[in-house]
């Protein structure tokens, strides 16, 4: 259920802020099923997701530079070119896991997707400090951009041909 705030006021009996929102349903049907019921309700900022154009050239751009770091008879994958744009990008949860869980839960966190991964920081008293990596499918505008600004950096290095800077703004532009 979507909608957007249309107020925030004092209810003055509680002294609590009371918010009113537009639901975008208006079938009335749908309201009366809510009514008396107990709602979880989650309120954050609106973020447009990725376009799946970025998501795209994100992938264009590995396959490019896997392919030109392969020339000297070193086989990179673009998976590889994914995962290493996703550790440079730093966006991890720290955690601290049981030595005899960590296998397991290593296998199910890598389980979420290919960008995924966590690294091992230290072993400590029978734990393992870790960091747990997101991958780009959990990004933000903001990371994601990052992630495609450094993929086109190190295409760049690599003298591979991307898109122009104002191409690039563009696919970039679709998420704000």
Known sequence: MQGYLTDITIDY???KPKIQFLINNNEITFLEE??????DIEVKKHRKKRSLNANAYCWVLCDKIAKELSKDGFIVTKEKVYQDAILQIGSFEPMIVEEKAFE????????????????????KDKCVKVHCYYGSSTYNTKEMSLLI????????TLHIETKTQAEIDSLLKEWR
């Open 13 to 15: 009996q509680s002294r």
């Open 104 to 123: 397991n839960f290593k296998r199910i966190w890598e389980k979420q997707g290919l960008g995924f991964l966590i690294q091992e920081v230290s072993k």
């Open 149 to 156: 600004n450094i993929l086109i950096e190190l295409a760049t």
């Open 34 to 39: 809510l009514k008396g019921l107990e709602l």
